[in-house]
């Protein structure tokens, strides 16, 4: 039967051999044993005791497991639910809109409005009213102007084109041309 020898255990110390030994090529001196201490750190003591047991490992590994499967569905969600936020947005603008809308067509059925309307837009006045329509843009100019701010002639004006030759000349280009339609005008 064979026999066990003892090992030193975490908490003894091994000690140097009783006799000195000396350095190679030193006279006279002699090595001393030094003792190590044991002082050893919280957070060394805790990890040197962490035992991970097989089921602790295989719970790791199905919570890994459990993230990795369902975090592309979670992506998926959360962009879905964006996506559904941004359309109900949406839904309530409309509604709005249709809500103004119902207040415009509201409007409209008032006699009072439409004839406020018919005044202010195209001018419609009762018989017997006079109505004076006031040419000064209040500038002291005293000469209207367009929207873009070109004066307007009172006097008829007519324009010298030769219909004709611009006739055969549009005939002319249409039938001779490989270009599209709508490209035809951007030619000259």
Known sequence: MATRQSTPTRGSR???????????????????????????????????????????????????????????????????????????????????????????????DDPAYIEAQARSRIYYAYPGEKVYLLLDPGDGTGSPTTDAGAPISDEIQSTRVDWMASVLSSLATAGTTDAPPGELGKQR
């Open 14 to 108: 091994r000690v140097a051999a009783s006799r000195p030994s000396r350095a190679p090529g030193a006279r006279g001196a002699t090595r001393a044993p030094v003792a190590m201490t044991d002082a050893e750190t919280a957070p060394e003591h805790w990890l040197r005791h962490i035992r991970v047991s097989g089921l602790a490992f295989t719970v790791l590994a199905l919570i890994v497991l459990s993230i990795v499967v369902l975090a592309p569905g979670l992506r998926t969600l959360v962009a879905q639910r964006q996506q559904i936020a941004a359309l109900e947005h949406d839904v309530a603008a409309g509604k709005d809109a249709l809500d103004e809308l119902d207040d415009q067509i509201a409007r409209w």
